[in-house]
């Protein structure tokens, strides 16, 4: 692994506190980080997910960790699909708001209603906090059989929450009441396993700050470009060190965000395209079915071989802080030709953890595993390292190396128009407008009224394509 020296990038010591956030275990207050090292559990397949106790007495559930989506959101009745769920009739410090809400997936939803509660986190920041909850009342294809989650914990901007970003969410309440830095950081342990659903990797959410044993080398940042998802700008990709060469526009439409809620590393269909094309380009498989690059089919080898030596790593250039410069985060096969199953005493089966998407480039756990993923609010970046579990015999999957010149890419690789809420409004009101202009001089000139209709986005829809609902492994 290639790692750059200090180049004004690099996070102070640890003990130092540096930028003004917690970046140390600090075993006397309420930021103890080391006692939130392996506080998630889960996997790639169906998410990674972090124990609360909800409600007085406290309820135990378990909450799927997603930064793809903003409301903190529990079973509220009994599902077949769940084991567990929130009677909020047996919190006596339940208090609702009366507030119906729906979260809208690509393929699944649910329906509930808004109220507050107070939680604590065993393996989290120290003390009680009153929190916005709502309790799903009814799900479609949200809750799949076999997973060990009862909720969703959506830690994205409030621009996401429903049904208004009025709804203070959940990590904005934690750090107004715990008064830590808005910072908070995610490293997923699945590297090179089997993606069961049996939920036992390993995981750590550290609230309010770094840990440092979580990482390795230095912690580069790139900008968030836009507070919502943890939109980010991407350079280009590289398959097996050769540069797709597509116009850095293709990669971030029409957005590239980091999702933790999305199982797969998800391209626009354009870079889908190149990817599988370099891919087996470079691999060093003569003919290999279309099936597995669709997801539709699994390959299977046998459990004496390791296939992964057969594959090109994968590289995403992002820009850096200093928008004159990138760098690089690289998966190697390890983590994107993923085991899912054997057969027999023989064969171990796998498949492709790369997919494509209509409408985001989204770095989902396929990637997020090789990674300690830092979500600094504070400061307007997304931070990555190299994690040290992202290791599969003894060896480093991941790599990040810089920095690299961003001469020979635009100067913003990013459309300056972000097709969501607020602007959808905007442009909908302006066509509206258009179109009364239209009808009143058609009438005046016609004397024959149309109808002007306007037909509007369904900006319901919390989670793009991508949504863990839709890709994980069932």
Same mark, same amino acid.
């Given at each position: 692994?290639?790692?750059?020296?200090?180049?004004?990038?690099?996070?102070?010591?640890?003990?130092?506190?540096?930028?003004?956030?917690?970046?140390?275990?600090?075993?006397?207050?309420?930021?103890?980080?080391?006692?939130?090292?392996?506080?998630?559990?889960?996997?790639?397949?169906? +998410?990674?997910?972090? =124990?609360?106790?909800?409600?007085?007495?406290?309820?135990? /559930?378990?909450?799927?960790?997603?930064?793809?989506?903003?409301?903190?959101?529990?079973?509220?009745?009994?599902?077949?699909?769940?084991?567990?769920?929130?009677?909020?009739?047996?919190?006596?410090?339940?208090?609702?708001?009366?507030?119906?809400?729906?979260?809208?997936?690509?393929?699944?939803?649910?329906?509930?209603? /808004?109220?507050?509660?107070?939680?604590?986190?065993?393996?989290?920041?120290?003390?009680?906090?009153?929190?916005?909850?709502?309790?799903?009342?009814?799900?479609?294809?949200?809750?799949?059989?076999?997973?060990?989650?009862?909720?969703?914990?959506?830690?994205?901007?409030?621009?996401?929450?429903?049904?208004?970003?009025?709804?203070?969410? !959940? !990590?904005?309440? /934690?750090?107004?009441?715990?008064?830590?830095?808005?910072?908070?950081?995610?490293?997923?342990? +699945?590297?090179?396993?089997?993606?069961?659903?049996?939920?036992?990797? @390993?995981?750590?959410?550290?609230?309010?700050?770094?840990?440092?044993?979580?990482?390795?080398?230095?912690?580069?940042?790139?900008?968030?470009?836009?507070?919502?998802? $943890?939109?980010?700008?991407?350079?280009?990709? =590289?398959?097996?060190?050769?540069?797709?060469?597509?116009?850095?526009? =293709?990669?971030?439409?029409?957005?590239?965000?980091?999702?933790?809620?999305?199982?797969?590393?998800?391209?626009?269909?354009?870079?889908?395209?190149?990817?599988?094309?370099?891919?087996?380009?470079?691999?060093?498989?003569? =003919?290999?079915?279309?099936? !597995?690059?669709?997801?539709?089919?699994?390959?299977?080898?046998?459990?004496?071989?390791?296939?992964?030596?057969?594959?090109?790593?994968?590289?995403?250039?992002?820009?850096?802080?200093?928008?004159?410069?990138?760098?690089?985060?690289?998966? %190697?096969?390890? /983590?994107?030709?993923?085991?899912?199953?054997?057969? +027999?005493?023989?064969?171990?089966? $796998?498949?492709? @953890?790369?997919?494509?998407?209509?409408?985001?480039?989204?770095?989902?756990?396929?990637?997020?595993?090789?990674?300690?993923?830092?979500?600094?609010?504070?400061?307007?970046?997304?931070?990555?390292?190299?994690?040290?579990?992202?290791?599969?015999? +003894?060896?480093?999957?991941?790599?990040?190396?810089?920095?690299?010149?961003?001469?020979?890419?635009?100067?913003?690789?990013?459309?300056?128009?972000?097709?969501?809420?607020?602007?959808?409004?905007?442009?909908?009101?302006?066509?509206?407008? %258009?179109?009364?202009?239209?009808?009143?001089?058609?009438?005046?000139?016609?004397?024959?009224?149309?109808?002007?209709?306007?037909?509007?986005?369904?900006?319901?829809?919390?989670?793009?394509?991508?949504?863990?609902?839709?890709?994980?492994?069932?």
């Amino acid at each position: 692994v290639v790692l750059r020296s200090g180049n004004g990038n690099r996070q102070p010591d640890p003990l130092s506190g540096g930028d003004g956030l917690a970046l140390a275990s600090d075993p006397g207050g309420p930021l103890n980080f080391l006692a939130m090292v392996e506080n998630l559990q889960g996997d790639s397949g169906r +998410g990674y997910y972090l =124990e609360m106790l909800i409600g007085t007495p406290p309820q135990a /559930l378990n909450i799927l960790v997603d930064t793809g989506s903003s409301n903190f959101a529990v079973a509220g009745v009994p599902d077949p699909d769940v084991t567990s769920y929130f009677n909020t009739e047996l919190s006596s410090t339940y208090k609702s708001q009366g507030i119906d809400v729906t979260v809208k997936y690509s393929q699944g939803s649910w329906t509930g209603v /808004l109220g507050t509660d107070v939680i604590t986190i065993p393996k989290g920041i120290y003390g009680t906090y009153t929190i916005n909850i709502a309790t799903i009342l009814e799900s479609e294809n949200f809750f799949l059989p076999g997973v060990k989650w009862h909720g969703i914990l959506g830690l994205a901007y409030d621009a996401l929450a429903k049904p208004s970003s009025s709804v203070e969410t !959940f !990590f904005d309440s /934690l750090v107004r009441q715990a008064k830590i830095p808005n910072i908070f950081s995610l490293q997923m342990c +699945g590297a090179g396993l089997p993606v069961s659903g049996s939920g036992t990797n @390993g995981g750590s959410l550290v609230m309010g700050g770094i840990e440092p044993s979580l990482y390795k080398g230095d912690i580069w940042y790139t900008p968030i470009k836009e507070e919502w998802y $943890y939109q980010v700008e991407i350079l280009k990709l =590289e398959v097996g060190g050769q540069n797709l060469e597509l116009d850095c526009r =293709e990669y971030n439409a029409d957005k590239a965000i980091v999702d933790s809620g999305t199982t797969l590393l998800r391209l626009p269909q354009k870079v889908f395209s190149a990817v599988v094309q370099a891919i087996a380009r470079t691999s060093l498989i003569q =003919e290999f079915s279309s099936g !597995f690059w669709t997801g539709s089919q699994l390959a299977c080898w046998d459990k004496t071989e390791r296939p992964w030596s057969l594959f090109p790593k994968l590289s995403i250039y992002l820009r850096d802080e200093n928008s004159s410069r990138s760098f690089r985060i690289s998966i %190697l096969p390890q /983590l994107y030709i993923q085991p899912i199953l054997g057969i +027999g005493d023989n064969l171990q089966c $796998y498949r492709f @953890g790369i997919s494509s998407s209509t409408n985001a480039l989204v770095i989902g756990a396929t990637v997020m595993e090789g990674f300690y993923v830092i979500f600094d609010r504070a400061q307007k970046r997304v931070g990555f390292a190299v994690s040290p579990c992202a290791e599969v015999d +003894g060896s480093p999957v991941s790599e990040i190396e810089g920095p690299f010149t961003t001469a020979d890419v635009a100067s913003n690789c990013v459309s300056s128009v972000s097709f969501h809420e607020p602007v959808l409004w905007i442009a909908s009101y302006a066509l509206m407008s %258009l179109c009364g202009i239209i009808l009143l001089v058609l009438i005046i000139l016609l004397l024959i009224p149309p109808r002007c209709q306007h037909r509007y986005t369904d900006n319901d829809v919390v989670n793009d394509e991508s949504s863990l609902v839709r890709h994980r492994w069932k």
